[in-house]
């Protein structure tokens, strides 16, 4: 699964361009889905519950977005390990940080379709519009961001997958750098080979 340009990623017109300013975009990548209808948004996708025919990408009992593959459960298992070990993944207490949520402006609010700060897997939603959703992680490792957008063209669909990344200590750098073969070679590419599976069976003709 290919990465995308910045200038390519920051020419759509999306409110997170605005909206994180300061926190910096560490990579972006996309996954074309067939237009099987036209018309079909972020919010439908993320809310399509699973049924019977979603047996053959394995989401059947999940309605989640992502999918991971065995390969890529067993790498969060070690990861989820390893972070156990060293204390990593206790997340800071309130008053030691800032939530992205704090940047929502009152028309931000308005168009949310779900609360900030409702718990999805690791992450916690900061806005989901449409077609753009923001979830958010903090950690002893990272301040990081999800950004998942759906972009309709004539031909097809475009899915978006950015991912910021700010750093709450010098060991941010060097976990990144640990992670980051990992990510970009396993990773984002399964996970993203689970969103079109879980697309075409949601939304194709078979």
């Excluded at 750098?173 to 969103?195: E, G, H, Q």
Aim: charged fraction near 20%; aromatic fraction near 14%.
């Amino acid at each position: 699964m290919p990465q995308v340009p910045v200038q390519e990623f920051e020419q759509l017109p999306l409110r997170v361009h605005t909206f994180l300013t300061g926190v910096p975009l560490h990579d972006v990548w996309y996954v074309d889905l067939p237009r099987w209808r036209a018309g079909v948004t972020l919010d439908e996708f993320l809310r399509r519950e699973s049924n019977g025919k979603l047996d053959t990408c394995g989401c059947s009992k999940s309605s989640s977005l992502f999918t991971p593959s065995a390969l890529v459960r067993t790498l969060l298992d070690i990861r989820l390990f390893v972070g156990r070990f060293f204390g990593w993944d206790h997340e800071p207490a309130a008053t030691a940080w800032e939530t992205f949520a704090t940047r929502l402006t009152d028309t931000d609010h308005s168009r949310s379709l779900a609360a900030a700060g409702t718990r999805d897997a690791f992450f916690r939603v900061v806005y989901r519009f449409e077609n753009e959703q923001l979830v958010e992680l903090i950690n002893r490792t990272v301040h990081a961001a999800a950004l998942s957008a759906l972009v309709e063209t004539a031909t097809a669909y475009r899915f978006y997958l950015g991912i910021y990344v700010g750093s709450v200590s010098r060991f941010t750098p060097f976990y990144m750098a640990l992670i980051d073969p990992f990510r970009k070679l396993i990773v984002y590419p399964s996970l993203l080979r689970s969103v079109r599976a879980r697309w075409n069976q949601a939304f194709g003709i078979g």
